[in-house]
């Protein structure tokens, strides 16, 4: 099924503004999780760009960041026009970050349409996905506030959860609670359930009904958006500063969704992945008959001698590390970067933060 | 004690040639292991030096090694007259080294005694060092072709054996024989026996005899090296490198000290080590309470994060590689360089050289 592009009004927001350390040391402040390959070719925001492609087209689509990462933005998405990369004036959190893309999107199109996805996950069925996301914009011009909702493969505690009511006609369910990430039990129930999506951060919405609701759920912010735009639309840069700066750092969940009535959501079966984990990361290398992975996969990777179940990540451009060499060893993880090299036991990963810690108290902020 | 400085007729011949693999990727075929701190602040080369320091002066230190290693000699030892550094024309084994070193002496003084070294061992006693190379030094004035047997404390199989006779009243015992590296069950005789003493390669002689020895031993390696000689006093370079060209690329165990007779040893026991495995680079390393070391130990080493009984070597100087981080990993070995890092279960160490080979394979002759 080829995909058929969206209408002219739909616009599509990735948020780009992330700085998690968990694959520290291969992601650093300055270059996290969604600029790096991550076992792919291509980084996993342009994986996300490229998802995304035959939907709508570069002119419309959005990259909201902080301005550290403006250069890595322009450098990996060389197709996307300048001005469509949109800076945030200081880190918030997503609800600022969703705003300034509504408000951007309002301004080249009163009747604009937006869809909002972060730019560090993965989907192994791009198809199915652009379908799920086709299905919800067509919802969403019909009203509400639209999600997409992955359909839960295990009882996963990470994610939040969606809690959702009968399916309509086109496939969408009313979101009847947003749930925060569950207990161990609590997960296996709702997966039990099976009316239960995880929240992937995927919205859909036009961008006048978001405007609505927000003036609702939060007036304070909403108020603050209108005077944000109105300070940039005369110049006046400070006021606008300022005004960005009053808004709360929470996420959208927070501000809007969970507070909005008329939530729905397009359930999503399409191998969604939020790379969460090294395991996610390994994911996609292919192996030798021992076990052993190389990321890249290339000529030249690392030399395993009688090693097994290990993989290595070097890291990509200024990071490239040296050349690592496993001799004797089994489910390890090795990250070899320019300064720093981890050495790490597959199921101890969850431990490299103490050692993040520990470079902190010594100073070394240069290798966080 | 301290040590009386050795009659100005004395000389000592560092033996620098060596070029192992057994430290790889610390170890280079351009940065062999005598040129490496190992554990220590000083290199193995610079602590040999130091150790005979007392005894025969910079003037009368030889350095014998291939052309390649003349820089590193210079820079590591900068006290030494540049004409000090011997240059092998070719590598060849110890016997045309210690042939070259024998001619400079005998140049610089007709009645000169020559001490005979490896440049890449470690004493952990250099007293009881200095008085046994006193002892010997006194007793070759008096003839004979000298060796220094280290008294062996284990029936190690990497060595060869001296089987020795009665000592003499100076301490001074006949050699027998020369034994070549035994199996565990004959070294396990050899320790309870109590006779044998381990070959460790330093040698002590009246240059004179040496070449009278010689001469008797191996008489077409006697003629050559006078052959080198004459060439070399009328500056018939490429004659004298011919010659050079011709002698055997032998060890001084073979070509001489096996068939001569009137060969002694005086026995050692100072805590001899020929730093032939990580686990003796490791020794000198100060560990943490769950007995992890960093070398060199110095502030900001590695990081330890719930890790145990592991060791990391830093490359030094040009080599210095990226810091590691270990996290829940044991019994482990990391050697960060610039180009490599080996990550190596401890009790696998042997096999590293399998990695080497592999790399050599895949034409990265830059690596080893």
């Given at each position: 099924?080829?995909?058929?592009?969206?209408?002219?009004?739909?616009?599509?927001?990735?948020l780009?503004?992330?700085?998690?350390?968990?694959?520290?040391?291969?992601s650093?402040?300055?270059?996290?999780?969604?600029?790096?390959?991550?076992?792919g070719?291509?980084?996993?925001l342009q994986?996300?760009?490229?998802r995304?492609?035959?939907l709508?087209?570069?002119?419309?689509?959005?990259?909201?960041?902080?301005?550290?990462y403006?250069?890595l933005?322009?450098?990996?998405?060389?197709?996307?026009?300048?001005?469509?990369v949109?800076?945030?004036?200081?880190?918030?959190?997503?609800?600022?970050?969703?705003?300034?893309?509504?408000?951007?999107?309002?301004?080249?199109?009163?009747?604009?349409l937006?869809?909002?996805?972060?730019?560090?996950?993965?989907v192994?069925?791009?198809?199915?996905?652009?379908?799920?996301v086709?299905?919800?914009?067509?919802?969403?011009g019909?009203?509400?506030?639209?999600?997409?909702?992955?359909?839960?493969?295990?009882?996963?505690?990470?994610f939040?959860?969606?809690r959702?009511?009968?399916?309509?006609s086109?496939?969408?369910?009313?979101?009847?609670r947003?749930?925060?990430?569950?207990?161990?039990?609590?997960?296996r129930?709702?997966?039990?359930?099976?009316?239960?999506?995880?929240n992937?951060?995927?919205?859909?919405?036009?961008?006048?009904?978001?405007?609505?609701?927000?003036?609702k759920?939060?007036?304070?912010?909403?108020?603050?958006?209108?005077?944000l735009?109105?300070?940039?639309?005369?110049?006046?840069e400070?006021?606008?500063?300022?005004?960005?700066?009053?808004?709360?750092?929470?996420?959208?969940?927070?501000?809007?969704?969970?507070?909005?009535?008329?939530?729905?959501?397009?359930?999503?079966?399409?191998?969604?992945?939020?790379?969460?984990?090294w395991?996610?990361a390994?994911?996609?290398?292919?192996?030798?008959?021992?076990g052993?992975?190389?990321?890249?996969d290339?000529?030249?990777?690392?030399?395993?001698t009688?090693s097994?179940?290990?993989?290595?990540?070097?890291?990509?451009?200024?990071?490239?590390?040296?050349l690592?060499v496993?001799?004797?060893?089994?489910?390890?993880?090795?990250?070899s970067t320019?300064?720093?090299?981890?050495?790490?036991?597959?199921?101890?990963v969850?431990?490299?933060?103490?050692?993040?810690?520990?470079?902190?108290?010594?100073?070394?902020?240069?290798?966080?």
């Amino acid at each position: 099924m080829t995909p058929r592009p969206l209408a002219p009004s739909v616009f599509l927001a990735l948020l780009a503004g992330g700085r998690g350390t968990r694959f520290w040391p291969l992601s650093r402040q300055s270059l996290p999780k969604q600029f790096l390959p991550l076992g792919g070719e291509k980084t996993l925001l342009q994986q996300t760009r490229e998802r995304f492609a035959p939907l709508v087209a570069a002119e419309r689509t959005f990259v909201i960041a902080r301005a550290e990462y403006e250069g890595l933005i322009r450098s990996q998405l060389p197709e996307l026009p300048p001005e469509n990369v949109l800076v945030e004036p200081s880190p918030r959190d997503t609800a600022p970050a969703i705003g300034l893309a509504a408000l951007e999107a309002r301004r080249r199109a009163p009747d604009a349409l937006l869809i909002v996805s972060p730019s560090d996950h993965r989907v192994s069925d791009p198809e199915a996905f652009r379908a799920a996301v086709t299905a919800a914009v067509l919802r969403a011009g019909e009203g509400g506030l639209g999600t997409l909702g992955v359909e839960p493969d295990r009882a996963a505690t990470s994610f939040g959860y969606l809690r959702t009511g009968p399916a309509a006609s086109d496939g969408a369910r009313p979101v009847e609670r947003f749930v925060e990430k569950p207990d161990q039990e609590t997960a296996r129930r709702f997966l039990d359930e099976g009316n239960y999506l995880w929240n992937a951060g995927l919205f859909v919405f036009r961008v006048a009904e978001f405007f609505q609701a927000l003036a609702k759920a939060d007036p304070g912010f909403a108020a603050g958006l209108e005077a944000l735009e109105s300070a940039r639309e005369s110049g006046r840069e400070n006021e606008a500063e300022a005004a960005w700066a009053r808004l709360p750092a929470t996420s959208l969940d927070y501000a809007l969704m969970e507070r909005a009535s008329g939530v729905w959501t397009i359930p999503l079966k399409a191998g969604w992945d939020d790379v969460g984990t090294w395991a996610a990361a390994e994911k996609p290398l292919s192996r030798d008959e021992e076990g052993n992975a190389s990321a890249p996969d290339e000529e030249g990777g690392a030399v395993f001698t009688n090693s097994s179940n290990s993989s290595v990540f070097l890291g990509g451009g200024r990071e490239r590390g040296p050349l690592p060499v496993l001799v004797g060893v089994e489910d390890l993880i090795v990250v070899s970067t320019r300064d720093v090299v981890l050495v790490c036991r597959r199921d101890r990963v969850e431990e490299v933060r103490r050692a993040v810690e520990e470079l902190r108290r010594r100073g070394r902020d240069e290798l966080l």
